[in-house]
């Protein structure tokens, strides 16, 4: 299996110590450069992020010269775009992302996308965490990571929490 990332994932988890979740659930991940630059940047300029240095088992690739129209003309930051734009030039069997526009413009062209709680939930339906609400907590607390109640609840109930 081959997953393209946005920052916004890879950069949670590792906030929390659980990036080595992604390997294990999808084999392959890859993030355009504009997503390696961008990790890099918030991992020197936001204090929440200091120290945090993208896993060297994600691979990086240039992102594609070729962007879709949809994704150029949605407001969607450098990362987003290509990300989108890997995923669909590598036939990628999902793009990991947590931003609405993003998720909806990646939909519209074809591409499954997971966020990080799809991401929680799978490692919890594997076995790779014991609870869900344990890693959400932390992102919560550590990463000021906001779930809507009503989604978390839902998210818990799937889990079996």
Do not use: Y
């Amino acid at each position: 299996m081959i997953v393209v990332a946005d920052t916004s994932v890879i950069l949670n988890l590792c906030c929390v110590q659980h990036e080595r979740l992604l390997q294990p659930l999808f084999g392959r991940v890859v993030v355009p450069a504009e997503v390696a630059s961008e990790f890099i940047r918030l991992s020197t300029a936001e204090a929440r992020f200091t120290g945090l240095t993208l896993p060297v088992w994600i691979e990086i690739e240039p992102g594609p010269h070729s962007v879709p129209r949809e994704a150029r003309t949605a407001n969607l930051d450098a990362g987003e775009t290509a990300a989108i734009a890997l995923g669909l030039k590598l036939a990628a069997d999902a793009l990991l992302m947590d931003e609405k526009l993003g998720r909806e413009v990646a939909n519209r062209l074809g591409l499954r996308t997971i966020g990080i709680l799809g991401v929680l939930l799978e490692a919890r339906r594997r076995g790779l965490i014991p609870r869900v609400e344990a890693v959400l907590d932390r992102l919560e607390a550590e990463v000021g990571f906001w779930v809507a109640p009503a989604l978390r609840q839902h998210v818990l109930r799937l889990a079996g929490e």
